[in-house]
T-cell receptor, first 112, second 117 residues
Framework: NAGVTQTPKFQVLKTGQSMTLQCAQD?????MSWYRQDPGMGLRLIHY???????DQGEVPNGYNVSRSTTEDFPLRLLSAAPSQTSVYFC???????????FGPGTRLTVL | AQSVTQLGSHVSVSEGALVLLRCNYS??????LFWYVQYPNQGLQLLLK??????LVKGINGFEAEFKKSETSFHLTKPSAHMSDAAEYFC???????????????FGGGTRLMVKP
């Protein structure tokens, strides 16, 4: 099993550009989430999903969109990138009824 | 609302010395508590978790943590540091009801552990 995979590993954008960060899992976990990691602030929840077709906002959702059309995939969209979105983004999954989240390797995004 | 405070953004110990990483939380309900480790350029790996069973929790790589309700603390310890323990450590808290509904974790700011030879 590949677990949780994220693409790309690195990305540089210009202000105003759009892009999609991909997250895929092969563990059939119901729950998926996106976090951003910034120095001294730990990880903050952006959006999460409790199953295909269901998403909800986390702590810092502004500027980001998500959708969950399948159990396996949970893409994160930046419609108009801003320098404040420079961060490392982690996708995570959780199996219902269990307590351990599994994290992907992260995407490092720089917005100029 | 929940919050996590990790005292000390950087901690330095000598190899073989005790490791103590501090975590205090705020929660209106009995929480779930977690410690994660992040090695350079990698994702987060679960070290250990408290989910309302035994208050002393043992994790991987010789780490353990004790849940102290009266002190709202969940400090991480290891008796003898190894060079391979150098990493960033994150404490996290969750309301069990929200966690099991998919609303995930609230993280502390992290503590970078450095191990001197």
């Amino acid at each position: 099993n590949a677990g949780v995979t994220q693409t790309p590993k690195f990305q540089v954008l210009k202000t105003g550009q759009s892009m999609t960060l991909q997250c895929a899992q092969d563990m059939n976990h119901e729950y998926m989430s996106w976090y951003r990691q910034d120095p001294g602030m730990g990880l903050r929840l952006i959006h999460y999903s409790v199953g295909a077709g269901i998403t909800d906002q986390g702590e810092v959702p502004n500027g980001y969109n998500v959708s969950r059309s399948t159990t396996e995939d949970f893409p994160l969209r930046l419609l108009s990138a801003a320098p404040s979105q420079t961060s490392v983004y982690f996708c995570a999954t959780l199996r219902g009824g269990h307590n351990e989240q599994f994290f992907g390797p992260g995407t490092r995004l720089t917005v100029l | 609302a929940q919050s996590v405070t990790q005292l000390g953004s950087h901690v330095s110990v000598s190899e073989g010395a005790l490791v103590l990483l501090r975590c205090n939380y705020s929660s209106s309900v009995p929480p779930y508590l977690f410690w994660y480790v992040q090695y350079p350029n990698q994702g987060l790996q679960l070290l250990l978790k408290y989910t309302s069973a035994a208050t002393l929790v043992k994790g991987i790589n010789g780490f353990e943590a004790e849940f102290k309700k009266s002190e709202t603390s969940f400090h991480l310890t290891k008796p003898s540091a190894h060079m391979s323990d150098a990493a960033e450590y994150f404490c996290a808290v969750s309301d069990p009801a929200r966690y099991n509904a998919g609303n995930m974790l609230t993280f502390g700011g992290g503590t970078r552990l450095m191990v001197k030879p």
